[in-house]
């Protein structure tokens, strides 16, 4: 069922498109989000790559070239993956994403994370608007399988020449939702610091 779209800004009715596309685990529909990120590659005018890292498993990778190819370059990564829904427990369809009269819009990845892959979207469309253009490139790349612990996304891709291709500076990722106007950003610098904790309980 289609929401009516009438005067809403196209950022949200792109946002609400890709909410629909049942990206679920544990069988997301994959190919439904790749057609969509193809297709709004064309209309931005960006180059669209894929690099299939396992049977099924697509990395889809948008680029806006930049005006020094010497520079590295900027990664805008999201996953497209959403982790699965107890529909008994929702007030709306977690793949309709009804939007209330208060402007809520409720979905199944509304949060984590397809309100950032559309975000660098909407950036991009703006900013070549305007006309503007950066030194370096930016890439968006969309991955599958982050919610299961990416072994057949990110951590294959991160090993895939195509990666080295894309010769990464800097690259932005999901953070956390926040209740107030405080954001929460994840910083880490030099190399992240990782600690196992085991506890045996008692
Ligand atoms: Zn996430």
Same mark, same amino acid.
């Given at each position: 069922r289609r929401q009516l779209s009438e005067g809403e800004h196209p950022g949200v009715t792109l946002f609400r498109q890709y909410l629909? +596309?049942?990206?679920?685990?544990?069988?997301?529909?994959?190919?439904?989000?790749?057609?969509? #990120?193809?297709? +709004?590659?064309?209309?931005? @005018?960006?180059?669209?790559?894929?690099?299939?890292?396992?049977?099924?498993?697509?990395?889809? +990778? #948008?680029?806006?070239? @930049?005006?020094?190819? *010497?520079?590295?370059?900027?990664?805008?990564?999201?996953?497209?993956?959403?982790?699965?829904?107890?529909?008994?427990h929702w007030n709306h369809d977690p793949f309709e994403a009804f939007k209330d009269t208060q402007g809520n819009i409720y979905a199944r990845g509304a949060q984590d994370m397809k309100c950032v892959g559309i975000q660098y979207l909407e950036a991009v469309r703006r900013l070549k608007a305007e006309g503007k253009c950066f030194p370096r490139t930016i890439h968006l790349t969309f991955v599958p399988d982050e919610e299961t612990g990416g072994h057949q996304g990110m951590e294959l891709f991160v090993k895939?020449? &195509?990666?080295?291709?894309?010769?990464?500076?800097?690259?932005?990722?999901?953070? #956390?939702?926040?209740?107030? &106007?405080t954001f929460t950003?994840?910083? *880490?610098?030099?190399?992240?610091?990782?600690?196992?904790?085991?506890? *045996? @309980?008692?």
């Open positions: 629909r +596309i049942r990206t679920v685990q544990p069988e997301p529909k994959y190919d439904e989000a790749v057609l969509f #990120l193809e297709k +709004i590659a064309k209309d931005l @005018g960006l180059e669209c790559q894929k690099v299939e890292v396992a049977p099924g498993r697509v990395v889809t +990778i #948008l680029t806006w070239q @930049g005006t020094d190819p *010497s520079l590295r370059s900027l990664v805008l990564n999201s996953h497209t993956d959403v982790v699965p829904v107890f529909e008994e895939r020449p &195509e990666f080295q291709a894309l010769r990464a500076g800097f690259a932005l990722d999901e953070g #956390l939702a926040s209740p107030t &106007e950003v994840f910083y *880490s610098e030099r190399s992240p610091w990782w600690l196992h904790v085991t506890s *045996s @309980g008692n």
